[in-house]
T-cell receptor
Framework: AQSVTQLDSQVPVFEEAPVELRCNYS??????LFWYVQYPNQGLQLLLK??????LVKGINGFEAEFNKSQTSFHLRKPSVHISDTAEYFC????????????FGKGTKLSVKP | KAGVTQTPRYLIKTRGQQVTLSCSPI?????VSWYQQTPGQGLQFLFE???????NKGNFPGRFSGRQFSNSRSEMNVSTLELGDSALYLC?????????????FGPGTRLTVT
């Protein structure tokens, strides 16, 4: 069965510093991979997605992620964070050819300090 | 294009009551999926509706049900509410069934059960 592990529940970082949020998944078949962001009292906003092709995926707000099939990882990175990036980030997976629902990780709370 | 809308945004109910939540998808989208988000269990898939038919269901008790209307709007119902049903309920719409790669989330309905 597919599963997603987000290795850090909380990541504090100073403004303008780089950040990496880690995500590992488990699946026996090919997958689609996603990163979502959730601001307080809001729904989920898609940051980026990997469907196929280039393993380096660029998303909104300066975020990017790299799909590593051998390590079954999909880590999210940003070279320089802003206070406004403070939010919770969710990694999600869906198996190709499946019924098509998302399996989410438990989330990583990113806290950007001035 | 208007996004996914959910009503009401906040709801307080008493244990044992029932509740109905509504989701209006993006215009032209025919699939609606529902997710429950709690601090303990995280984000979990409830069910997906397409063309007024439930096509996929997560691991939730029968107290959780849903339906979809001919205009693609969807409702979910929870009967005999329990304290543990307190959660943020998110719906997501996509153009066709199972299209997680083209799925957009609404702002959610925050349900509190007292």
């Amino acid at each position: 069965a597919q599963s997603v592990t987000q290795l850090d529940s909380q990541v504090p970082v100073f403004e303008e510093a780089p950040v990496e949020l880690r995500c590992n998944y488990s699946s026996s078949v090919s997958v689609y991979l996603f990163w979502y962001v959730q601001y307080p009292n809001q729904g989920l906003q898609l940051l980026l997605k990997y469907l196929s092709g280039s393993t380096l995926v660029k998303g909104i707000n300066g975020f990017e992620a790299e799909f590593n099939k051998s390590q079954t990882s999909f880590h999210l990175r940003k070279p320089s964070v802003h206070i406004s990036d403070t939010a919770e980030y969710f990694c999600a997976v869906s198996e190709r050819g499946s019924q098509g629902n998302l399996i989410f990780g438990k989330g990583t709370k990113l806290s950007v300090k001035p | 294009k208007a996004g996914v809308t959910q009503t009401p945004r906040y709801l307080i109910k008493t244990r044992g009551q029932q509740v109905t939540l509504s989701c209006s998808p993006i215009s032209g989208h025919r699939s609606v999926s529902w997710y429950q988000q709690t601090p303990g269990q995280g984000l979990q898939f409830l069910f997906e509706y397409f063309s007024e038919t439930q096509r996929n269901k997560g691991n939730f008790p029968g107290r959780f049900s849903g339906r979809q209307f001919s205009n693609s709007r969807s409702e979910m119902n929870v009967s005999t509410l329990e304290l543990g049903d307190s959660a943020l309920y998110l719906c997501a719409s996509s153009p066709i069934a199972g299209a997680v790669y083209e799925q957009y989330f609404g702002p959610g309905t925050r349900l509190t059960v007292t």
